[in-house]
């Protein structure tokens, strides 16, 4: 692949990650601030885009075989661009959140090929660049998306909509253009890909880190999107306007960035799988600091700004250990696979699997304890905490020599 070929492939994923953070995570400010909804109807949607996501990428690779990665990507741009834009044509919150579903699965079968495109055909540490590179382009357009989504709310409430179907329009017109960009590996990419032979500790450690990765990032999503939808609705949070509430929570996605960056320039981590187990026990740890304001352990020692600068270090925090888990998850899942989108899909899936089980956890708890923060909390947390102790297990039972 040309390296002008590859730098269209990571504009098409720039654009595409800024669309897609506007309406499957950054959307619930949208609809807690326009349609009123609270926790419960929030975790109802996301544990419907959730499921929705999950289908959407395993079917991925069977389409992808049948049609070409660039011609699924191509008619798959287009349709999400005017399902997005079909949001303007209903008034009704429940019409709405169908249009997002429908968003949500075709988004999941875009991912897939996306990825493998951009990590098929190199060999191991060409493909830990270009994952880094990956990695940075859509965390860094996401964060972005969620940053300035309030503002959008406040000035151009139909951006939320028209700004996903303008930038998935053009992403499938760029694909169109590129032709086959990437569908098959060339002479010279498929020497370099056989010559790399790593020995047999590497292959172990490699499989040990996927295991690890695959117990741990369905538990990344369950945070995210639980804490997507629970960020409105927080104490600290509800008393920011729009704009300066969707900065706040966009913190996160800015560490996960800076994280991508370090490991993307960086291999000492390839070998170590046990960063895996400490990143998971952080992200449980940051979650609960996120979430538990001090002013609510120690109501006559903390004011409004402690609180918000609590939050903001804890989310620094959760978002490095959700970088360190979705990027191994990401490379080790890869190169493993030689850049398949089979594996790009089982990769989304899981995403889609934390989507589900943590926002329909939420949900569970506010049908007994209506707009209950901690109820929420204490169901997401012991999710998270049974996530770390399988991983835990999981690189005891693999290999105690590797870790």
Partial sequence: MTGRRLTALYAVEAATSFAATLLLVGIFFYTTRIFGWGMLQNFILAATQGCIYVVGALVSARITRRVGRRALLSAGFLVMGLIAASALLFKSPIAVGVVLVAYTFTSALNWPPLESLVSSGVGSQALSRRIGVYNLVWSSTG??????Q??????W??????????????????????????????????????????????????????????????????VIYSLSAMLPLLPVIKGLSTSAATLVGSVWSVSRTIVFVGLGSSVWWHCRPRILLGAAALMLLAFLGVVVQPSSLFPTGASAAIDLASMVIWQALLGAAIGVIYFASLYFGMVLSSGSTEHGGYHEALIGCGQVVGPLAGAMTQVFWPGSVMAGTAAVSSILALSVGAAAAASVRLGRRTI
């Fill in 150 to 155: 309030g503002r959008i709310i406040d000035y």
């Fill in 157 to 222: 409430p139909a951006g939320v909509f028209l700004i996903p179907a303008i930038f998935n329009v053009c992403s499938s017109a760029v694909l169109f253009v590129l032709r086959h960009a990437g569908e098959a590996v060339s002479a010279v990419d498929q020497e370099v890909v056989g010559q790399a032979r790593p020995e047999l500790d590497l292959v172990r450690s490699r499989r040990l880190a996927l295991w690890l990765s695959r117990i741990c990032l369905p538990a990344t999503y369950v």
């Fill in 143 to 148: 964060a972005l998306a969620v940053a300035v």
